[in-house]
């Protein structure tokens, strides 16, 4: 099993940065993907942006040259990745849930991010 824990959500206003952290626990070993994905009120979840363990990298339409993903890294027990998000944008509010794909497919709680205009 893989466990998922997100922080650094918060209040931001537009034109605002905010970063993104995951970090997983449990069986990383399994882990070769890990990303961003968010879910707006009312709307269907989607993807933000999603690594591999090779370095592959890909985005929304919507928050490309925006937003950066990092890639996979081993701290420890843990993978990490970070999510910065600059140029924030009112309809960047969401719960940015984080994921990790492998032998397991985990999601993480969620944590708000909200835009103000």
């Known amino acids: 099993q893989v466990q998922l824990v997100e922080s650094g959500g918060g209040l931001v206003q537009a034109g605002g940065s905010l970063r993104l952290s995951c970090a997983a626990s449990g069986s990383i070993f399994s882990i070769n993907a890990m990303g961003w994905y968010r879910q707006a009120p009312g709307k269907q979840r989607e993807l933000v942006a999603r690594t591999t363990s090779g370095g592959y990298t890909n985005y929304a339409d919507s928050v490309k040259g925006r937003f950066t993903i990092s890639g996979i890294t081993r701290v420890n027990a843990k993978k990490i990745i970070y999510l910065q998000m600059n140029s924030l944008k009112p309809e960047d509010t969401a719960v940015y849930y984080c994921?990790?794909?492998?032998?397991?497919?985990?999601w993480g709680q969620g944590t708000q991010v909200t835009v103000s205009s």
């Open positions: 994921n990790a794909d492998g032998n397991y497919n985990a």
